[in-house]
């Protein structure tokens, strides 16, 4: 890609005369500009609002580190000139910690309802009871396996990336971080609870009866504090992200991935984390957001370097 070469050669994307970013920290500033936002307009209703407001300045004078260090890739160690592409591993997990709390206070209570009934308009039933006739512990535990893989198979497609394109695993984290922030733009939407908590009184097959399952619902829980995560279905949209860009980037990685991806996104609805209406919502913008994520990176990359942007389909 010349004009990624270029982007580099010139340090970034001139915002103000001496300074340079690149896309990645400019879309995270801004995500964190509007949390911040929201969190001021609802100062009054959140529990703690000096709290999120000080984690938020902290997450800012970590990206102004990552902008410095990013302007000067060139004469870093290798190790840090890898921390400096995959930072949003770590990035991305306390901005969704952050969204609970300043969803409750913008949205309000769950609105599990209306996606209930678009469940039953769509299929004619409660998708996740209809299931229980098919649970079984092996396949409950398999699905959960699927379910968890949520979390390492973007990063493995990175790796592979990297390995064989750091221009094209730059703009892939660029395309992944955007669409982690539009699942979370749904969220405020549409607060829900999901089916595990809706249709508990509905639900009379235990899913966790093995140690496998029991563990990893566990973990979960307990990790994932942010509890209005359902519409759109995040890990459906992440996996069919993965899977769009491995099939034109890295085909040989999208075979190995697939099966995963297709057990993720059964394992959502099995598993009772989504309704059925998520995971369409999930698949949906995950088509847009792919083209629409890598557009925005070329675009921005080729008018800091003076370069034409590339289009997606080439």
Known sequence: ????????????????????????????????????????????????????????????????????????????????????????????????????????????????????????????????????????????????LCYASYYFIGIILGASLWRRSPPDARRYIFTLTFSYFVSYAGYFLIPALGPRFALASRQHVTLETTALSRAIATTINELERTKFDVFPSGHTMIAAVVLLVAFRRDRRMFWILLPAGIGLV???????????????????????????GDRLYDRWTAAASGTRSLSYIR
Not at 75 to 99: H, M, Q
Request: hydrophobic residues 55%; proline residues 6%.
């Open 266 to 292: 059964f394992s959502t609805v099995y598993c009772r984390y989504h309704y059925v209406v998520d995971v369409l919502a999930g698949l949906i913008l995950a088509v847009v957001a792919v083209p629409l």
């Open 1 to 144: 890609m010349n004009q990624e070469k270029a982007f580099y050669r010139g340090g970034g994307s001139a915002i103000t005369s001496g300074v340079r970013i690149r896309p990645l920290e400019a879309l995270n500033l801004g995500a964190l500009l509007a949390l911040s936002l929201v969190t001021l307009v609802f100062y009054g209703s959140l529990p703690d609002p000096g709290e999120i407001l000080l984690r938020f300045a902290l997450m800012g004078a970590f990206l102004a580190l990552m902008v410095f260090l990013s302007g000067r890739a060139a004469r870093l160690p290798p190790a840090i000139r890898v921390a400096v592409d995959f930072y949003p591993i770590a990035f991305i997990p306390f901005v969704f910690e952050s969204l609970g709390p300043l969803i409750a206070a913008a949205r309000g209570s769950a609105r599990d309802e209306l996606l209930i009934a678009a469940d039953r308009a769509i299929t004619g039933r409660d998708v996740t009871v209809w299931l229980e006739g098919i649970v079984r512990p092996w396949l409950t535990d398999l699905l959960y």
